[in-house]
């Protein structure tokens, strides 16, 4: 099914815990959360377990907390991936560090032969055009910086979305005040993490000024 909304405040922000860094080195996802947007409201929530075919590794199980006793019984990658691609069906996505996030779901779709519908955009890129003066750009960090709502807990998956979703919320918002867009389209926060610091200000005056 087609995007059929195109404002940034409706999407699906999403967040893997993997037993690697790479797709293309054979790793996999082990864990997906996500958050449903809609109009700027938090309607829905996924989060799921996935075995991975494989043990994981002590750093990843130190990492994340996820332990391959908490793996063994879970369902398959195949299984959770198919439901996930119902749920995202759609809608836009948002990662934080999307490249990561990205890949992993195209690598776990491929898989099941399913295509991703909705494009992405990534809350780290854009947060770095619109908080240039946050200590650095980790999920992390910005929470604290904006002072946003956390329990404390990192590197989970639906715990990641969650912080991700308040802080996409959060850009938008700072968007709208700052620049008086009446309402933020997806494409403009995509385009957005593509433009040059320099330039951001002529930017987001140039894309108000069109809607």
Not at 3 to 24: K, Y
Not at 152 to 170: I, K, V
Not at 192 to 198: F, H, I, N, Q, Y
């Given at each position: 099914m087609?995007?059929?909304d195109?404002t940034?405040?409706?999407?699906?922000?999403?967040d893997?815990?993997?037993?690697?860094?790479?797709?293309?080195?054979?790793?996999r996802a082990i864990e997906i959360?996500?958050?449903?947007?809609v109009?700027g409201v938090?309607?829905d929530?996924?989060q799921q377990?996935m075995?991975?075919?494989?043990?994981?590794?002590?750093?990843?199980?130190?990492?994340?907390g996820?332990?391959n006793?908490?793996?063994k019984?879970?369902p398959?990658?195949?299984?959770v991936?198919r439901?996930?691609s119902e749920?995202?069906?759609?809608f836009?996505?948002?990662?934080?560090n999307?490249?990561?996030?990205?890949?992993?779901?195209?690598a776990e779709?491929r898989?099941?032969?399913?295509?991703q519908?909705?494009?992405?955009?990534c809350?780290?890129l854009?947060?770095?055009?619109i908080?240039?003066?946050?200590p650095n750009?980790?999920?992390?960090t910005l929470?604290?910086?904006?002072?946003l709502?956390?329990?404390?807990t990192?590197?989970?998956?639906l715990a990641d979305?969650?912080m991700t979703a308040?802080l996409w919320l959060?850009l938008?918002?700072?968007?709208k005040?700052?620049y008086?867009?009446d309402?933020?389209?997806f494409?403009?926060?995509q385009?957005?993490?593509?433009?040059a610091?320099g330039a951001?200000?002529?930017f987001l005056?140039s894309?108000a000024e069109?809607l």
């Amino acid at each position: 099914m087609a995007v059929t909304d195109t404002t940034a405040e409706t999407a699906i922000v999403l967040d893997f815990e993997t037993t690697g860094l790479s797709p293309d080195q054979g790793e996999r996802a082990i864990e997906i959360g996500a958050v449903k947007l809609v109009d700027g409201v938090v309607v829905d929530t996924f989060q799921q377990l996935m075995y991975p075919g494989k043990r994981i590794d002590y750093f990843i199980e130190d990492y994340t907390g996820i332990t391959n006793s908490m793996l063994k019984d879970a369902p398959s990658c195949a299984q959770v991936m198919r439901e996930f691609s119902e749920y995202i069906d759609g809608f836009n996505l948002v990662a934080h560090n999307a490249s990561f996030d990205s890949k992993f779901l195209q690598a776990e779709f491929r898989r099941i032969k399913k295509k991703q519908q909705g494009e992405f955009a990534c809350s780290m890129l854009i947060s770095r055009r619109i908080y240039p003066e946050s200590p650095n750009h980790k999920l992390g960090t910005l929470v604290e910086y904006k002072d946003l709502p956390s329990d404390g807990t990192f590197h989970r998956a639906l715990a990641d979305s969650q912080m991700t979703a308040h802080l996409w919320l959060e850009l938008i918002n700072d968007i709208k005040d700052e620049y008086a867009f009446d309402y933020v389209p997806f494409n403009v926060m995509q385009k957005l993490s593509r433009t040059a610091k320099g330039a951001v200000c002529r930017f987001l005056q140039s894309e108000a000024e069109k809607l």
